[in-house]
């Protein structure tokens, strides 16, 4: 098997395919992130049986933690099975932190977490963010040291979707993009390179300071979010809340109770941006 490492933040991955090409990607696109001496997790790309590693490949995403039911992907969609190996690693195996399904992005040494539903553009804003004068500490997952409530930068590759793909290859003309996949399980994908200061700073945590549920798609509007909803939505959003247990809990009550939360309703990414920038003026 061919053999690639690499270290994202806190956590640190062995990844291993039967095809050359899957990995050669992954070095390409993670060239700027160190290696991993010792990786907490591994994940494996293998064929589904021996016929098909040649016949219309297909790749079976195994590793330390795994979903027996989990469907292959072709191998031309080699890279997300990779990304997404090392997702399902963290999201069953992180302990170290709690784990929000959430983007992240910092400025003044304060974070501002975004969660919400798949398609609410939480990737799409972290990411013009990032390339707008504040820095990017993640898009798939936020995670929030449980002793002392930091945000711990992860800042992984920016998974971008059908329309978000041509949005930031707009407006981004010097930042870094993976091949384009079609026709995935989740829409057509392309992964986008964090830009460099993410890359070098991801082992500076920061303060949260503002928690958002971002929906795309309505009129603008900014709406109260009261704590008890914003605790119902930050344990669903969490991967490892009941794993954590009364650390995961005191963890998810001390960020409700110190950090202001709103919902946001936006059509285009200038205009999330736009309501950002006023929330962070008057609450961060």
Same mark, same amino acid.
């Given at each position: 098997? %061919? *053999? ?13 395919? *039967?095809?050359?090409?899957?990995? =050669? %990607?992954?070095? *390409?696109?993670?060239? #700027?992130?160190?290696? !991993? ?8 790309? +293998? ?28 191998? #031309? ?5 990779? #990304? ?12 170290? %932190? ?18 919400? *539903? ?21 898009? +798939? ?8 409530? +930091? ?77 008890? +909803? ?9 991967? =490892? ?35 950002? #920038? ?5 609450? !961060?």
């Amino acid at each position: 098997m %061919q *053999e690639f490492r690499l270290t994202v933040g806190p956590a640190s991955f062995r990844l291993l395919s *039967e095809w050359k090409k899957p990995l =050669n %990607q992954m070095r *390409e696109l993670y060239a #700027e992130y160190p290696a !991993a001496d010792i990786p907490d997790f591994t994940v494996r790309l +293998e064929a589904v049986n021996a016929l098909r590693r040649f016949i219309r490949p297909s790749a079976a995403i195994n590793g330390d933690y795994m979903l027996p039911d989990a469907a292959p992907l072709p191998i #031309e969609q080699g890279l997300l099975a990779l #990304e997404m190996g090392m997702n399902l690693q963290m999201a069953l195996g992180w302990r170290r %932190q709690m784990i929000l399904h959430a983007s992240a992005a910092e400025r003044g040494g304060k974070a501002l977490i975004m969660t919400g *539903e798949s398609g609410s553009g939480k990737s799409t804003l972290s990411a013009l963010l990032g390339i707008n004068g504040w820095r990017f500490m993640g898009d +798939e997952f936020a995670l929030i040291d449980p002793v002392n409530g +930091e945000a711990v930068p992860y800042p992984r590759l920016i998974s971008l979707k059908n329309e978000a793909i041509t949005a930031m290859q707009d407006g981004a003309a010097d930042i870094r993009f993976g091949p384009l996949m079609k026709a995935t399980p989740k829409g057509d994908i392309r992964h986008m390179v964090p830009p460099a200061d993410a890359i070098a700073q991801m082992s500076k945590r920061a303060n949260p300071a503002l928690i958002l549920f971002p929906r795309f798609g309505h009129d603008p509007a900014i709406r109260d979010m009261p704590p008890s +909803e914003t605790f119902m939505r930050l344990t669903q959003a969490s991967t =490892n809340y009941v794993a954590l247990g009364e650390q995961g809990f005191e963890a998810l009550t001390g960020l409700v109770q110190n950090v202001p939360a709103r919902a946001l309703d936006y059509r285009s990414g200038e205009e999330a941006m736009e309501l950002v #920038e006023k929330l962070w003026e008057e609450l !961060a």
